[in-house]
């Protein structure tokens, strides 16, 4: 559970009382908030009393633990008079271990939450060498295979219309290995016949076949 922490500023007392905090979970609706599916009471904290100097300390459930997405805290800060000094909404990842409420910025319940990053998808596929080698075009966009021999039946099915794709060939340590390209690739350039030599080439799926966008890269 993330600790909140803060200062009402110029709040004191002479009892040693200086204002106080109210804690409310907001933003999901008409749903009930959860936490491993145990439903939560929508005030977690209340009046969270400031010591002499003003200072406050309090800790709550982090918000990205919370179902469903979109709940939030509102943070209202009173003086030692009652009046309010601040009030604004906030979300608390587990994360991390503590915030400091005068330091950081609010958060906008009405925008929509931000969305999560996008997955890091692993678009190579390694090939194993054979004859008739098959390139899916469906679920990968580049593809490796290491030649162990000549390749003369090479298919590349089911390709994507606009989608790029990269070919990356090397000779095994023999080389001179033929590569005949998948018959729906036009225009391809002859592969590196050296020892351990490779050839990388991108193609652009038209309407039917595949061109290459530009002439291929031999290394060695």
């Known amino acids: 559970m993330p600790t909140i922490s803060g200062n009402i500023e110029g709040a004191t007392n002479g009892s040693g009382i200086a204002g106080s905090v109210d804690v409310q979970l907001c933003g999901y609706g008409s749903q009930v908030p959860r936490m ?29 633990q919370i179902s469903p997405v979109g709940t939030y805290y509102t943070v209202t800060v009173k003086d030692n008079n009652g009046d309010i000094a601040q009030v604004n909404a906030y979300r608390f990842l587990n994360n991390t271990s503590s915030y400091d409420l005068n330091v950081i910025d609010g958060y906008d319940p009405n925008q929509p939450t931000p969305p999560l990053p996008p997955l890091v998808t692993n678009l190579l596929l390694v090939v194993p060498w054979s004859a008739a080698p098959v390139f899916p075009g469906d679920t990968y966009t580049t593809f490796r295979i290491t030649l162990a021999g000549d ?37 391809a350039t002859p592969v590196n016949p050296k020892p351990n030599g490779g050839t990388v080439q991108t193609f652009v799926r038209g309407l039917s076949s595949l061109v290459p966008i530009g002439p291929a890269t031999w290394f060695n």
């Open 151 to 187: 390749v003369t039946g090479a298919t590349m099915p089911n390709t994507v219309q606009g989608n790029l794709y990269t070919f990356i060939i090397f000779q095994d340590t023999t080389g001179g290995h033929l590569f005949t390209w998948p018959t729906n690739i036009s225009n």
């Open 36 to 64: 491993n599916g145990v439903a939560l009471v929508g005030r977690l904290t209340q009046n969270v009393v400031a010591l002499g100097d003003g200072s406050f300390t309090f800790t709550v459930y982090g918000n990205d």
